[in-house]
T-cell receptor
C-alpha cells in the first residue's frame, strides 16, 4: 500500500505557463515533505521541502503548498521552462524515522516550447 | 563539487550470481542509503546506514544485504541474483534528514 501517491504519471505544459504537480499521502504521522527532480541518466536532485508546521514554502519559481487536513501537497512552477522537463518525485518522512524517505511514483513533466 | 559515485552504470548478471554494487561519497556524510527505482513504484528504500558498521532495513530488504566498513563506502549485495531484482539502483548520502544527494544510478539486468 503506497503511503505517498502521485496519481498523474505525466503532465504537459506550455512554456511560460504554470505547472502544478500533485501528491497525496495517507500517513498522518508524516511531518516533512520534499520534492526531488530527476533528469534521465542522472540521480534525483533535491528541489524544495516543507515542514508540517507551514502551509507554503517558496524558492524562486518553485512553491510547495501543504494542506494537512486533505493530506495533499502540490508543487507549483511559475513560469515553466523547457529545462524543467523532468520526472518529479514527492517524498515524505516522519519525525521518529526522519532519515527514511517514502517516495511517490513520480510525475513526468514536459514543458513545450 | 560534492559527489556520490556508483561504480557501474550498467551491469548484466546471471541468475544465481552474487552481485556487488558499490557506492562512494566524498562529503563525509554519516548516512548512506540504497534505493531501487521501478516504473510506477517510485524509489523504494532497501537499506540504510547511519554509521560505520551500522545498518537498518528499509522497506524492501529481502534478497539484499549491505556492508559499510568505511564511512565513505556503502555496498549493496545481492546474495543470489534473481530476475525480479532487475532494476535501477540508486545510492544516496546525507548529513541532515531529507537532504539526500544521489548518485547517477546503476541499471542492473539479471538474465
Amino acid at each position: 500500500d503506497q503511503q505517498v501517491k502521485q496519481n498523474s504519471p505525466s503532465l504537459s505544459v506550455q512554456e511560460g505557463r504554470i505547472s502544478i504537480l500533485n501528491c497525496d499521502y495517507t500517513n498522518s504521522m508524516f511531518d516533512y515533505f520534499l520534492w526531488y527532480k530527476k533528469y534521465p541518466a542522472e540521480g534525483p536532485t533535491f528541489l524544495i521541502s516543507i515542514s508540517s508546521i507551514k502551509d507554503k514554502n517558496e524558492d524562486g519559481r518553485f512553491t510547495v503548498f501543504l494542506n494537512k487536513s486533505a493530506k495533499h501537497l502540490s508543487l507549483h512552477i511559475v513560469p515553466s521552462q523547457p529545462g524543467d522537463s523532468a520526472v518529479y518525485f514527492c517524498a515524505a518522512s516522519r519525525g521518529d524515522s526522519s532519515y527514511k524517505l517514502i517516495f511517490g511514483s513520480g510525475t513526468r513533466l514536459l514543458v513545450r516550447p | 563539487d560534492v559527489k556520490v559515485t556508483q561504480s557501474s552504470r550498467y551491469l548484466v548478471k546471471r541468475t544465481g550470481e552474487k552481485v556487488f554494487l558499490e557506492c562512494v561519497q566524498d562529503m563525509d556524510h554519516e548516512n548512506m542509503f540504497w534505493y531501487r527505482q521501478d516504473p510506477g513504484l517510485g524509489l523504494r528504500l532497501i537499506y540504510f546506514s547511519y554509521d560505520v558498521k551500522m545498518k537498518e532495513k528499509g522497506d524492501i530488504p529481502e534478497g539484499y544485504s549491505v556492508s559499510r566498513e568505511k564511512k565513505e563506502r556503502f555496498s549493496l549485495i545481492l546474495e543470489s541474483a534473481s530476475t525480479n531484482q532487475t532494476s535501477m539502483y540508486l545510492c544516496a548520502s546525507s548529513r541532515t534528514p531529507g537532504a539526500n544527494t544521489f548518485g547517477s544510478g546503476t541499471r542492473l539486468t539479471v538474465v
